[in-house]
């Protein structure tokens, strides 16, 4: 199995580039970690550190999009589901960061750059795509299942995107084609990536909701609105 | 709905053992096909059958060869180890464990405390 799994590796932006997006990086972790506290209790504490191994295992398993390219799961979204935006993103982060240090999967200069991408921004677009989806579609099994697919979809698409943007930042080869025909290239194999992702996402967060809808934390909450709409999120076995 | 406390044993016991049975038994199944980046990144170059850039213009002219590439467990696979299959179902239980472990135990440090007595 060969490295370089959708992460970055050294040398493709620019050093001092890769250096600014890893103070970014840090300073955003943080953030989070600040903001995740609240959140983390006995309960949502290993759950999130099960989500990490469960993003880290969905990583490895590169699934053909096109022939000859493949992708695999980025988990942005499954993790904001499961257990809210803050926490996802320090998920994604330690997945990230251990398959730079461990699996050499990523460069160490680009650790930042990749956090950037698939931890935060990743992250964040799909939070947006849930908080927005889940406000407007039933709340049922069925509903949850297309907010993951809609959200992991374009999660994957918003990530590749944030990766051109770092290369028009700070790109080291100055490219013939141009930055346009990459920026398609990427948004359409990711878009193909996100069709997978989105379904690896739903129907992990399906069966996550069905044998104990009180871990999937964007179902928080969502009890006492579920009066005029059937509810089967609320029927599976609760301890 | 009565809210739970915990996560439970059963629960994490068995999303643990679905991670490890796909990082370590399923991810042999894998593609081995460039992924989304890779591809993007090697348009408009002309690669040989390793995988090396020979002509062309494009993102990953000026890749490096990774800091840790002779690690254990560099690209997925354990140093030494010359069978695929198991090396790759290895380094994914590993990579299973570590990131548990690391995720799990940070996230354990920083929770937020209950009060005492309840």
Redesign the interface.
Known sequence: ????????????IETPVAAGFAALAVAVVVVC?AR???????????????????????Q???????P?????LVGGALAALLVGPW?AA??VS??L?????????G??SALGLNITNMALVGTAAAYLVIVVLLRVLPRTLAGLAVTAFAASMISVVVA?LA?VGE?WVG???????GLG??TG??AG??A??GIGEGLITAVTVVTVAR?????VYALRGA?PASTTAPAPV?GGS?? | MKLTKRIGFWFLAGGLVVSLLLAGVVSSLASSSPDGLEHAAQRGCAVDADGEIVAGSCLAQQEREHDLAGGWFADYGVRGLDNDWLATGLAGVVGVLVTFAVGGGLFWLVRRRRPAGE
Not at chain 1, 68 to 72: F, L, P
Not at chain 1, 211 to 215: H, I, M, N, S
């Open positions: 199995m060969d490295g370089l799994a959708l992460h970055i590796a050294d040398g493709v970690l995740g506290r609240r959140a983390l209790d006995d309960r949502l504490a290993p759950m999130a550190g099960l989500v990490a191994a469960f993003v880290f295992a969905a490895m398993l590169n699934f053909p999009v096109l000859g390219v493949s992708g695999h926490v320090l998920c330690v997945v960061v251990v398959q730079a240090l461990v699996f050499a999967d460069g160490l590749a990766f290369y790109g080291g080869v100055e490219l013939r084609a025909e990459v290239v990427m194999v990711h193909l990536i044998v104990r809808p009180d871990l009890r609320t609760v301890e």
